[in-house]
């Protein structure tokens, strides 16, 4: 972070947006990295400072890198829309994701037209 100071609001906010993002509630989280729900809360909210193998739990329960929870990607940044995607897939049946695919080149190919 080239001795920036780390932004623990910014993180929980992020871990916050990935954790909505997959439909997990901040109980299930806690359940998972095995805190409190408490904790997980101020964790999102910045009134406590994680440690470190938290953090990495954390991440490893939402199944997204540790870069995507310390740094503000831009919205259309590759890496992070790409593990949203997966995770939204990886809870799809087969039949689901075929059809996902369908719906994704049918919207590229819309794109492509008029963009």
Do not use: W
């Not at 940044?77 to 939204?88: G, H, K, N, P, R």
Request: proline residues 1%; hydrophobic residues 45%; charged residues 30%.
């Amino acid at each position: 972070m080239d001795g920036e100071k780390m932004d623990y609001y910014e993180i929980g906010q992020r871990i916050r947006r990935f954790r909505k993002a997959r439909g997990i509630t901040q109980e299930q989280l806690a359940e998972a990295v095995g805190i409190s729900v408490t904790h997980m809360s101020h964790i999102e909210t910045a009134n406590t400072k994680l440690s470190l193998p938290v953090f990495i739990d954390i991440a490893q329960a939402l199944e997204v890198r540790t870069d995507a929870l310390l740094h503000d990607y831009a919205a259309g940044s590759v890496d992070c829309s790409m593990e949203e995607i997966i995770a939204v897939l990886e809870r799809c049946s087969a039949k689901e994701s075929r059809i996902i695919a369908e719906l994704v080149k049918a919207a590229k190919q819309s794109f492509d037209m008029y963009l």
